[in-house]
């Protein structure tokens, strides 16, 4: 056993405070019987960490799995999303197949979800689609109505139509799909080629707009709707959709909506597929230049984010179990050693730790007669023991019992281990 290194407060008898530790004693000691016991509660440090043991290795368990996952999930991250209308999501609200057929065909798809980026990918001879998305600002207006880009608008909102259409086209939102297909009823070639659809109408040409060209009819407003503007490179052309559903992969196969999707957006080589973010602030600018909104932080920042979030609500449920190791503090006023030393007392005998209190009398004790002894602190218990015994006159297994033995039962045997310890510090003398 090692000598008393560490000292926690003893209860009783004005004793100084004293935790004492205790090992195995040496090989071939006449205490072999002696208990490695550590704090004097009858646990062993061996004990103590497979104890420990036993209550962590399902929490980091499922945390390695979870990580595990994690992992896993970060290399074979999939390729698509889920945003509705995406050129990459494979769902039936995406439009994956018809990105896919025009990538095929030669056209060039560029996916973005800043107007910024929109606006500097947008030039003269390329086709800009918008995606229904969240209410834009009116800057952001203001910027996509200003493309020099062929315009391409998929049930946007009253504001951008009537901004990109210069006023010649509004909405008359609420109508509809019909129960049936609907021919074109107008001249362009891409609504011959795809004949007969059943669009939902929501588009009218404004009084007075003569260059307006309405397709598919029906009740007074027209699920397709084109403007001639001039741009900086010549006329482009303002397309509105009311029912986006044409592109998406749950319909792109019904009637002709595949032939209406891949004529309105193959026109040009280029296709500049534009899906709005909800957090997006920016207008017009450099392509990659960060906005006031999520343009800030790179892509990965959500995920990390939330798994930041995971880690630590994990580490407050599992630190909450319990309070922690005791800290030693400073007291704030000054308190005499004997009302501190009752104090104590009274909280280890309410709680009734008489092994914590006896191990305190067991180390003053011994760190006591130790001194007087000249044993230094590296000794182990056997040495101590012997020391003692040859001191007091007493012999090792008697000395052994009162130093090291097992933790009192019943308050009585605390109070007369304290007298037994007093006795034998009493018979002990400097050498």
């Given at each position: ?69 994690v992992a896993v999930l970060a290399v074979q991250r999939p390729v698509t999303s889920a945003t ?310 007493r012999s090792a297994h008697d000395v052994a019992d009162l130093l090291y033995g097992p933790p ?24």
């Amino acid at each position: 056993m090692t000598a008393p290194t560490q000292t926690t407060p003893g209860p009783t008898q004005g004793r100084s405070q004293g935790t004492v530790q205790a090992a195995t004693p040496g090989v071939g000691s006449p205490d072999a019987v002696l208990s490695p016991v550590v704090t004097g509660d009858g646990t062993t440090g061996r004990g103590r960490t497979a104890d420990r043991w036993r209550r962590a290795r399902w929490t980091l368990l499922v945390l390695g799995v979870l990580a595990l996952v994690v992992a896993v999930l970060a290399v074979q991250r999939p390729v698509t999303s889920a945003t509705p209308y995406a050129p990459d999501n494979a769902q039936p609200n995406g439009a994956r197949a018809v990105a896919q057929v025009l990538g095929r065909q030669g056209v060039e798809v560029r996916h973005v979800t800043r107007v910024a980026d929109a606006v500097a990918a947008a030039g003269a001879g390329t086709t800009l689609l918008v995606t229904p998305g969240s209410l834009l600002l009116p800057e952001q207006v203001d910027a996509l109505a200003g493309v020099d880009a062929d315009l391409v608008l998929l049930g946007a909102d009253d504001e951008l139509v009537h901004a990109a259409t210069d006023g010649a086209v509004s909405r008359t939102p609420g109508a509809a799909a019909p129960a049936f297909a609907v021919e074109p009823s107008c001249d362009l070639p891409l609504a011959t080629r795809a004949g007969a659809l059943a669009l939902a109408p929501g588009l009218r040409a404004e009084p007075g707009a003569t260059d307006v060209t309405l397709c598919w009819p029906v009740d007074g407003s027209a699920a397709l709707a084109r403007v001639e503007l001039p741009g900086s490179a010549g006329g482009r052309f303002v397309t509105a959709v009311d029912d986006p559903s044409f592109v998406t992969n749950g319909t792109v196969l019904d009637d002709g909506d595949a032939a209406l999707a891949l004529g309105l957006l193959g026109a040009q080589e280029t296709l500049v597929w534009l899906v709005p973010d909800p957090l997006d602030t920016s207008s017009t600018g450099e392509a990659g230049a960060p906005s006031a909104g999520a343009g800030i932080l790179p892509p990965w920042a959500g995920v990390v984010g939330l798994w930041a979030l995971l880690v630590v609500l994990v580490a407050a449920v599992w630190r909450a179990r319990r309070l922690g190791p005791l800290v030693a503090e400073e007291l704030p006023v000054v308190v005499r050693a004997a009302e501190t030393t009752r104090g104590r007392g009274r909280l280890y005998r309410r709680a009734r730790s008489r092994g914590h209190a006896a191990a305190g009398l067991r180390a003053a004790t011994a760190e006591t007669v130790a001194r007087r002894l000249g044993v230094p602190r590296s000794a182990d218990a056997t040495a101590l023991t012997d020391a003692v015994a040859r001191a007091s006159g007493r012999s090792a297994h008697d000395v052994a019992d009162l130093l090291y033995g097992p933790p009192p039962h019943d308050d009585d045997a605390l109070t007369e281990l304290a007298r037994r310890l007093d006795t034998l510090e009493s018979e002990v003398h400097r050498s």
